[in-house]
């Protein structure tokens, strides 16, 4: 079996390593790029070493147009100062594109977003763990389903070297509770991001964040009603959980013709993720 060639955007960070050290579990998937900024301090070393496994041949580099040349497919979890380019070198090149990177909504805009999707196959994922592509999927039938008295609060915790909040999956699942409702993607984050005093009002999402020590990642989507509350919720235990999700989508992601996916689709692709 050939195996498709992939690069990885960020390899020198917590989120690069990991895809690194989890590539063995995919066969059909070879790294064969492996990028960070200008200034890293890792250019030039092996991403395998890097990552706390052997040598993987394959070493950082600045130079992501030059890395795409021998790809087939880009995974980008780097910092958002950074997706525009990315974004441009994979369209220039013609490659698919995974953006795992979070927090880039003021750098990049949805039309921008939308006109590269026109060109590759872009799949966009603040969260590439399946269990919380699923819980996405529950959270938009459960605000579909309950009544509108139940109010919608979303709680997340992370480590407390994460640059943005409420996180990237929070606003995610925000926007999967406004589908579920009939409220627009935009308006359910904007009524999620007010600070609230006074009574709660209703039809409003809400946000609570927690940051501290090294907690990977945990969200909760409270439904509370009149006498009851449903809480869904997901735990990361590892980053593992994300690299293997992104590594899974990418692979789905290069037989895609070119359009704007999310993890949604992959779990709607594999009915059976077994
Ligand atoms: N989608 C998900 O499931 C998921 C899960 C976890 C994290 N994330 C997101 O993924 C991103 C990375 O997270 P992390 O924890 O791995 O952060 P991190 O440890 O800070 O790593 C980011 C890496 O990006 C590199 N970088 C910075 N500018 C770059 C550029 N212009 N070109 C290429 N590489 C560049 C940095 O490398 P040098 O400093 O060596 O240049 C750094 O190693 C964040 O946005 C985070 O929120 C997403």
Known sequence: MTSARAVIVGASGRMGQALVRMACEFPALRITGVVASAGSASLGR??????????????????????????????????????RANIAACRAAGKPLLIGTTGFGAEVSE?????????????????????????????????????????V?????????????????????????GEGRGIGPAQAVSAASAVRSGQRPQGEIGFAVIRGGDIVGE?????????????????????????????????WLLSQPPGRYGMRDIVHADQSLG
């Open 153 to 177: 609060e979303i709680i997340e915790a992370h480590h407390r070297m994460k640059r943005d909040a409420p996180s990237g999956t929070a606003l995610a699942l925000a926007r999967a509770a």
């Open 111 to 151: 039309a921008e977003l939308d006109a590269a999707a026109g060109d590759i196959p872009l799949l966009i994922a603040p969260n590439t763990s399946l269990g919380v592509a699923l819980l996405a999927e529950l959270v938009r039938r459960a605000a579909r389903t309950l009544p509108r008295e139940f109010d």
């Open 219 to 251: 969200h909760t989507v409270l439904f509370a009603g009149p006498g009851e509350e449903l809480r869904l919720s997901h735990r990361a235990g590892d980053r593992a959980i994300f690299a293997r999700g992104a590594l899974r989508a990418a692979q």
């Open 46 to 83: 092996d991403a395998g070493v890097l990552a706390g496994i052997e040598p993987l041949g394959v070493e950082l580099t600045s130079d992501l147009p030059a890395a795409l040349a021998q790809a087939d497919v880009a995974i980008d979890f780097s910092q958002p100062r950074a997706t």
